[in-house]
């Protein structure tokens, strides 16, 4: 059974900074981070290869958040500055069975239960 688990939500002020952790049993996988606001559909955030070589992020989160993981560890980190009132939503990390970059929710396997951010203006 796979299983994620998510940390590092919490309440910020505007412009302030958090960092999301992602542990992942079982095997290796490429992981994602979407987030969930009241009202609005589940979007993607970013993605990350297994190797950690490849990123990819939404336009909205562009040169405010990095996400990384240390290769072929189990762990993958979410580093958001610059945080805005409109980031305020429910973060899920997400892993999927083969390699590489989606920014698809049905192309995720498995979810963690999320973390909420809330910032505040």
């Known amino acids: 059974q796979v299983q994620l688990v998510e940390s590092g939500g919490g309440s910020v002020q505007a412009g302030g900074s958090l960092r999301l952790s992602c542990t992942i049993s079982?095997?290796?996988?490429?992981l994602g981070w979407f987030r969930h606001a009241p009202g609005k559909e589940r979007e993607f955030v970013a993605a990350i290869s297994w190797s950690g070589t490849i990123t990819s992020y939404a336009d909205s989160v562009k040169g405010r958040f990095t996400i990384s993981r240390e290769f072929g560890k189990r762990t993958a980190y979410l580093q958001m500055n610059s945080l805005k009132a409109e980031d305020t939503a429910v973060y899920y990390c997400a892993a999927k069975l083969s390699d590489g970059i989606d920014t698809k929710l049905e192309d995720y396997n498995y979810w963690g239960q999320g973390t909420q951010v809330t910032v505040s203006s």
């Open positions: 079982g095997r290796k996988y490429a």
